[in-house]
Structures are given as C-alpha cells and as structure tokens.
C-alpha cells in the first residue's frame, strides 16, 4: 500500500503519482492493482472522486456517448437505466467502481497539484501540491483531463452584475430559478442540457448565441427489465451490445473525414430544424454556416423544441457589455436579467490551463516553454524532455465520434507496457526521442487535413493560430492498433548507473 502521508513529515515517496480522481485516473489505478502494484497515489483537487461528472450536476446533465460504452470494459454495468445515461447515474457509476476495486486507501482528497519537476540525478519526479505536500515518484501520470477548468469569458462588466451568475460547471442548486429573468450565454454542449430543463420554471430566458450548433434527435429509450436480466444473467450479451454501440459510433468518423457524406447529414439536419422550430426566421438563425461535424455535434431532441415557447428567445447580436441588472448587445439593446447562467464550456488549451503549473523535465525543459507554440506529445501519451512522464486524454486524443473510455483504456495500456518495458531494460527512465514525437505530429497534422474539423470554423479543438490540438484524426480502432505495443526503438532507455561509468571514465 501506498505511504500516507504525514502533518509532521509532508513527504511521500511512492512508485507513482496520479492525477485526478476521473475516469483517467481511477482507470490507471485499478490497472496496477490488477498487476499487484499498489505503491501509488491518486492526488483529486476535489472532496470526492468523479472529475468532470462530479463537477457537472447541473439541470439535465447527461452523457453524448451510450452508456454501456461509456463505461470500463472490465467493469461493465448491466443496469443501465436507458441509452444516455444522466449524470447522477454515471457519478454513481465512478462511485460504485472506486468501492468494487478498493481505490479509496489510495486517494487523497483537497491535493491540488500545482508544481511538478523531474531530477535527472535521481531519476525521480518531485510532485507539490498546494496544502504543501510533496511526493517522490518514479512514475508521474497526469489524468487531471481536458474538461476541468471553467472557460469564464471576459465581458467587460460582468464583475459588477448584481444578480446571480453562475458556470454550468459551478451550479447553485440552492439558488431559485423560479420566475427569474435568465440570460443564458454560450449553445453548447451544457447549455442544450440545461436550458430546455429550465425553460418551464423561469419568467424568461434569453438564450446568447454566437455560434449556431449541430443538433442531432437522442435516443431517449430506457432498458426494460428484461434487457436488464439478461445482460446480467448473460454477460456476453452485455459485451456484444456495447461492441454494436462501438462500431455504430466508429461509423460517425466517416462524415468528419469525408466532406461529402457531411453535407448528406446537413440537409438532413437542415429538415429537422424546419421541422421542429415552427417560426422560419428562427429557425435559420439556429442553423450553422460551417460543415457538419467541423465543431461537436450535439444531441437532444429538446432543444429546438424549446424556442417554440413564449418565454424563449435567441439573441444573436454580440455582448457589448453587462451592466448592475442587464447586459447590453452591439445593437445597443439591454436585456434585463436577474440570473446570467455561463454555458461557455472549458478552457481546453493545455498551455492556458496549465500556465500557473510549472512543470519541468530534463535540463532546459520547461513545458510552458516546449509549448509556446503547441500542445504536442507521442500518441497523447509521453513527451520528449519528460521522462516517465504519462499523459491520460493528452494532445490530439479527443474524439468527436465515440468513446473517450476507449482510449483511456488504450493508453493505460500504454503506460503500463512503458513501466514494463522500463523494468526489462534495467533501466531508470525512459524518454521519447524527438525525433519520434516530431515525426508523429507531423503525421496527426496531416492527417487531419480536408477533414471536416478543420474546414474553416473556429472550435475548442483548435489553438489560436487555427492548429488542431485536440482531436485524433480518424478511427479509434487504429489508435489501438498503433498503441497496442509499444515502439521501443522510440524511446531512449537510461540507466544512472551506466551515467556514472560513463562519467567517471
């Protein structure tokens, strides 16, 4: 078991640090537990395990990925109450999980990290956190994800709103929305969630546009009993079920690649939202200008619906400023407002996020520094001048077709053949070689060119100058199948004691 940690000595040295208590990193410690190795530590920001799906319990919160897939492999749930499953059931999805493998021991609660550096003497890495503890560690494994700093955006005013405001993220649910005056700023992913939840209960709700959304109809059906029964009794069933979902979803890859088959799915989509929003000025408004699929395609089967209610409005024109009890549009109209709800997402871009994080490797590697000019790692896993250093979700490994779990579970995989692999050559530390990351970004980018995601509009897969970081550019399966083994030849081994021969001749 892994060395608690004490007030009169703040320093534990252990094999590995994890970071975060998600889906990343409850995955990458059940993974050594299954191996025996229990001489680690998962450090959470947070009072309790969850990541995202802890943060986010906001009004209608759910997943966009089918819940038997977006669950472990090896710990399949065969309850399921439905296709998507909310965000109560999958937090208590995390909860069961970190019970059924025994993580608790291993966590430790209120541990931000905010400072990490790699000895090249010692060959170990030096995690603080900001109570003041340290960690020594041979293994360092960031899991803290892409979706766990509020993007709070910088309205000229909005500090001296006197109402509520509130991230999605960062829900009041003692504050009272009844008969409220609501401006909601930001349509995506959160905000198609909570906005229809909400819409019945408020006085008003003005809905603040800047970009138009994909929305596709969610399938709403729940599991009947019997489902449930079977899939118990019969796990394969189970497994056969959640392996349909995968190649159903696989198949979605196809209009982000293919420009063509995307403008098959916009005239589609262009006919639902005619179908659902009754008056035609609003419905053009609610309909994107860009390709399918070049930002995240949403799924709900409420929000078009919502802007048929008398207390709904779109407003398109951008935000001039926020005023004491208003905010105020370029076209010099103020919307009076008691509650002004922020849907306007995560700050995605490692380099902002990471920016008061300093990390340092190998002498003259400064992360900030090696990412001045973008996010880059080896298969979002390893980067050069970091030694046992090990991403979860990292550069260009997001999806925008199917489960993050799968590659979570791809790249645990990973590491743990990297801890192996470390162990056969006698080694102390294994490093990428640039050449090898170099080579390989090279690759993702142009690979990701004439897709869809990068046809022209600005996402949150992108960095200012308009680089995809985020995003894998193509099928899962060929993730797995490029990260199954690891490229050994990839990699420089290096062992301190042949370091000491070599500089004592």
Known sequence: MSKKVSTKNPVAHVDVVIVGAGFGGLCMAIRLREQGHDDFVVLEKAGEVGGAWHFNGYPGAGCDVQSHLYSYSFAGKPDWSKRYAPQGEIEQYILDVTEQYGLRPFIRFHQEVNAAHFDAATARWTVRTARGDTFVCRHFVLASGPLHVPNIPAIPGLSDFKGKVMHSAEWDHDYDLAGKRVISIGTGGSAIQYCPEIAPVVKSLSVFQRTAAWVVPRDERGYPGISKALFRRFPSLR??????????????????????????????????????????????????????????????NKWYPMFNRDNVSLVTAGIREVRAHSVVTEDGVEHPADCLILGTGFVVDPRIYMRDFPLTGLPGHALAQDWAEAAEAYYGVTVSGYPNLYMLVGPNTGLGHNSILFMIECQVNYILQCMRLLNAEEADYLDVKPAAQRAFNEAVQRRLQGTTWTSGCTSWYQQADGRNFALWPGATWRYWLETRRVCSTDYEFVSLEEVRQKGAA
């Open 239 to 300: 497994r056969l079920h959640r392996a349909r979902l995968y190649w159903s979803n696989e198949s979605r890859v196809l209009p982000a690649s293919s420009p063509r088959a995307a403008r098959v799915l916009e005239a589609l989509c262009r006919a639902f939202i005619r179908f659902q929003v009754r008056d035609r000025k609003l419905a053009r408004a609610l309909t994107p200008d860009y390709a399918f699929g070049c930002k995240r395609v949403l799924i709900s």
